[in-house]
């Protein structure tokens, strides 16, 4: 039986992890029937934001502690995460994977990834085992796999843009298409990116968590 991580970057898309695209993800595992476990770093988000009014608000949240809100209290502290341990990684996307797992949303092109973030995938990487990135998360991917990495987060130019800058190569798709980057065993849709709705972001979902375990199992 294949074994996923699946790192969350706090909770709620504004501000931590997409809850839907989260959520999906692990259904789809789940109704595999794979063995999967939540990660998240233990850090402080980058700020919080009323979900309600889109305003940020004046208090501190834990990535970690707001991760267990999705994973039902069932969520390990990123640092602890060994590749050796697991047979692939997906990494729902939400603005946390551009706040808290790095700084793309601060800094664009000049991002840096938070560390335990990227010890993780560059580990996944040099094991030559699959990841799959969801949504905005798939900018952060030249930073680990270089030039010419083959990435989609659908069709926003501005985001394409920065990948292209970044060194990597982006692939427009549909919300339900995904991009496979065979050499690099990487997987990325655009989820939320695109939407517009909870059944196509799934459905697109479905299809790289059916990628992942396809080349997991090679």
Same mark, same amino acid.
Do not use: W
């Given at each position: 039986?294949?074994?996923?991580? +699946?790192?969350? !970057? @706090?909770?709620?898309?504004?501000?931590?992890?997409?809850?839907?695209?989260?959520?999906?993800? =692990? =259904?789809?595992?789940?109704?595999? @029937?794979?063995?999967?476990?939540?990660?998240?770093? #233990?850090?402080?988000? !980058?700020?919080?934001? %009323?979900?309600?009014?889109? /305003?940020? +608000? #004046?208090?501190?949240? %834990?990535?970690?502690?707001?991760?267990?809100? &999705?994973?039902? @209290?069932? $969520?390990?502290?990123?640092?602890?995460?060994? /590749? *050796?341990?697991?047979?692939?990684?997906?990494?729902?996307?939400?603005?946390?994977?551009? *706040? %808290? =797992?790095?700084?793309?949303?601060?800094?664009?092109?000049?991002?840096?990834?938070?560390?335990?973030?990227?010890?993780?995938?560059? !580990?996944?990487? #040099?094991?030559?085992?699959?990841?799959?990135? =969801?949504?905005?998360?798939? $900018?952060?991917?030249?930073?680990?796999?270089?030039?010419?990495?083959?990435?989609?987060?659908?069709?926003?130019?501005?985001?394409?843009?920065?990948?292209?800058?970044?060194?990597?190569?982006? &692939?427009?798709? !549909?919300?339900?298409? +995904?991009?496979? #980057?065979?050499? %690099?065993?990487?997987?990325? +849709?655009?989820?939320?990116?695109?939407?517009?709705?909870?059944?196509?972001?799934?459905?697109?979902?479905?299809?790289?968590?059916?990628? $992942?375990?396809?080349?997991?199992?090679?």
């Amino acid at each position: 039986m294949a074994k996923v991580a +699946v790192i969350l !970057a @706090g909770c709620g898309v504004f501000d931590g992890a997409e809850i839907h695209e989260a959520v999906c993800t =692990l =259904l789809s595992l789940s109704q595999r @029937g794979v063995q999967y476990q939540c990660f998240a770093p #233990d850090i402080e988000q !980058a700020h919080v934001i %009323n979900h309600l009014t889109g /305003a940020e +608000v #004046d208090e501190s949240r %834990n990535v970690l502690v707001e991760a267990a809100r &999705i994973a039902r @209290g069932e $969520v390990t502290a990123l640092e602890q995460l060994q /590749a *050796k341990d697991f047979d692939a990684l997906i990494v729902p996307g939400g603005f946390g994977a551009a *706040k %808290n =797992l790095s700084d793309f949303a601060f800094k664009g092109t000049e991002l840096t990834l938070e560390p335990s973030f990227h010890r993780a995938l560059e !580990a996944f990487a #040099d094991a030559d085992k699959p990841v799959g990135l =969801l949504c905005i998360a798939p $900018v952060i991917a030249p930073l680990i796999y270089g030039q010419g990495v083959q990435v989609t987060i659908g069709c926003d130019a501005e985001v394409a843009a920065a990948v292209e800058a970044l060194g990597g190569q982006h &692939i427009e798709s !549909a919300v339900e298409q +995904v991009v496979v #980057d065979e050499a %690099n065993q990487l997987v990325t +849709v655009p989820a939320y990116m695109l939407g517009p709705d909870i059944a196509s972001v799934a459905k697109g979902i479905d299809a790289l968590v059916a990628k $992942v375990l396809e080349l997991a199992a090679k």
